[in-house]
């Protein structure tokens, strides 16, 4: 994988010349202080945020122990002109979008919205799973991840990517594994689940997703090896979601990239005895319940009583908190007192 490969499937340089292929969505370039704000880890309250109300206490120190512990927190910055700009975007947009940067979506970090999405009405929203995003952050912070070139980095200019808010079902969702512009393999992409209808539409999916590529990607895209995601809508229409570099650093889903990069072993869902009579793409989906898989996604979580404190959600969660460091405090102190010379 070239770094010049990753740089093509950024969004703002593919999206012109596919972008009636796929969902409608707006480019803003980043200001400099908002992707500082974005790399910064501090615990930070999110721009925007309502502040935590402590007017329920039980007593007068616990509200001040309480207003101690939010002063220690760095409230995060405005960004009036973005925000107005944003916005403006959103509502463009119809109101609700998908955000991402130039080539992530925050898709690890759907856990700490309110509604358990990525669905965003405000920069408020989009701040939020953006500084809780792994995926995120490697943007940042490593784009050019795995890439076997030695040459300098070429210069990012990072974008937010506003894409207007569709309700996919992702049982429809596939990705498609391009090698010198022919597919070699499609994997279904919310692998971690059973979809009946995938097996009994197999033939269907496959020569849809083949006649899209062939239509509308096929020597049009700046790579001859690239991943592509799709999506067939419940008409049998196929529409382009996404590109992503062929290497390591994109997810293989139900292959191997040593299978994908070999060519050896790359077989459908077949028996050995059908994988002779394969022809096309190899085409792999969970076949039953029994090979359901947790998402991977899950290992990004938290509890939920942790997020609290650290956002400064919930006060008598901080208040008791508070108590338990000052209880273990003076516990510590009265032994050391014990202990004598």
């Known amino acids: 994988m070239k770094k010049e490969q990753v740089v093509n499937c950024q969004f703002s340089v593919w999206y012109p010349l596919f972008k009636k292929h796929t969902i409608k969505s707006l480019i803003l370039p980043i200001p400099q202080n908002v992707i500082d704000y974005l790399f910064d880890d501090g615990t930070l309250v999110v721009s925007g945020s309502s502040q935590t109300q402590t007017n329920n206490s039980d007593s007068d120190e616990e509200d001040v122990q309480v207003c101690v512990w939010l002063s220690e927190i760095r409230l995060a910055p405005e960004f009036p002109e973005f925000k107005i700009r944003v916005q403006e975007a959103i509502n463009v947009l119809g109101g609700r979008v998908f955000p991402k940067l130039n080539w992530s979506a925050p898709r690890d970090a759907n ?10 009405q405000s920069l408020c929203d989009i701040f939020l799973l953006f500084k809780s995003s792994d995926f995120i952050t490697h943007d940042l912070t490593q784009p050019f991840l795995h890439c076997s070139d030695d040459s300098p980095d070429p210069t990012i200019n990072y974008e937010l990517v506003l894409r207007k808010w569709s309700e996919l079902i992702p049982g429809a969702e596939f990705r498609c594994f391009v090698k010198e512009n022919k597919i070699i393999a499609i994997s279904q992409r919310d692998y971690t689940q059973h979809y009946q209808h995938i097996a009994k ?19 049009q895209f700046p790579d001859e090896d690239f991943v592509l995601d799709v999506y067939r809508d419940s008409s049998g229409r196929v529409w382009l979601i996404d590109f992503n570099p062929f290497g390591e650093v994109t997810d293989s889903f139900l292959f191997t990239w040593e299978e994908l990069t070999s060519g ?3 077989t459908a869902n077949q028996t050995q005895e059908d994988t002779a009579l394969q022809e096309g793409p190899a085409f792999r989906y969970t076949t039953s319940e029994v090979t359901v898989q947790p998402s991977p996604c899950l290992s990004y979580r938290i509890p939920r009583d942790f997020l609290d404190l650290t956002t400064g959600e919930d006060a008598y969660k901080l208040i008791d908190f508070l108590k338990l460091k000052k209880g273990q405090q003076e516990e510590e102190e009265s032994d050391e007192e014990g202990e004598g010379p």
Request: glycine share 0%; with cysteine; net charge negative.
């Open 201 to 219: 539409q197999e033939d269907s999916i496959s020569s849809a997703i083949l006649e899209f590529f062939r239509d509308h990607i096929q020597y």
């Open 111 to 120: 856990w700490i919205a309110l509604n358990s999405s990525l669905q965003c």
């Open 264 to 266: 050896k072993n790359l």
